[in-house]
């Protein structure tokens, strides 16, 4: 599978950073900033998407979704495209897409808006891969995601706390995926999310290989290199700190 960071960073964004999405292989998933032109910009062509998956509310997770939406249609799309939702925010993520009048558009494509539970279950089988979904911690009802290929095992745990009984899920995973919006060493604890000291003990205690941190606040952004040294302590494989629009074969 092939993963491309389009935003790395938490709820505020940076100079370098703009709030974490990632495209993986033909679902692009959280739908902050210009995904389109994102897309655009990294050599892929918008109108290849199979889904879109929205994991929660907040709004560094949704606001770009109607621009999307929008430049699709002035594309000319006309497959139907799948967004998936958590259902707690299902019937906010219909209501921004009506107020900008993009559900029943004449020369529009259909949008299928589809409610996702918080139960562990199979989202998606594709071609090359599929895709489950398990609910994690935050401040709000929200999911994680768990991407498998024949090759490797990908998680996406969207924004939560340090959760122990996700241990049982990140298992031995080739690549964790964790958010980060906070470090001791940098800022404070920040409720509903995880600490990067706490998201590499967590990694030790999963046996995950590789741990990748994203949705990084803004007083991690610069200062890379130094936690990621101080992460060594806690985390004995390899982790990484991706900068937006890198990419990774998995
Ligand atoms: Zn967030
Ligand atoms: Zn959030």
């Keep these: 599978m092939r993963i491309v960071f389009l935003g790395t960073a938490a709820a505020v964004s940076t100079s370098n ?22 897309m655009k910009k990294i050599g892929y062509d918008p109108l290849k998407l199979k889904g879109v998956i929205i994991t929660h509310g907040h709004v560094d997770h949704i606001y770009g979704l109607p621009s999307l939406i929008e430049m699709l249609r002035l594309s000319a799309r006309k497959e139907p495209l799948k967004i998936y939702v958590g259902e707690y925010f299902h019937e906010l993520v219909k209501l921004q897409l009506e107020i900008h009048g993009l559900l029943h558009q004449e020369n529009g494509f259909e949008i299928n808006l589809k409610p996702v539970s918080y139960d562990k279950q199979l989202l998606i089988e594709d071609q090359r891969i599929s895709i489950e979904v398990f609910p994690v911690k935050h401040s ?8 498998r290929s024949t090759e490797s095992v990908v998680i996406y745990t969207s924004d939560t706390e340090s959760c122990e009984n996700l241990i049982d899920v990140f298992c031995k995973a080739d690549l964790l995926i964790h958010e980060s919006t906070c470090s001791y060493l940098y800022s404070r604890r920040v409720e ?59």
Excluded at 140 to 147: A, D, E, Q, R, Y
Aim: proline share 4%.
């Design 17 to 38: 950073r703009d709030n974490t999405s990632l495209l993986v292989d033909d679902f692009l998933i959280d739908c902050p900033g210009s995904a389109f032109g994102k």
């Design 140 to 147: 709000v009802p929200n999911i994680g995601l768990k991407i």
């Design 192 to 250: 509903g999310h995880i600490c990067a000291e706490d998201a590499a003990r967590l990694s030790q205690l999963s046996d995950v290989r590789t741990l990748c941190l994203v949705h990084v606040g803004p007083e991690i952004d610069g200062n890379e290199q130094r936690l990621l040294e101080e992460l060594k302590k806690y985390f004995l494989g390899q982790i990484f700190i991706p900068n937006d629009f890198d990419r990774i074969i998995m």
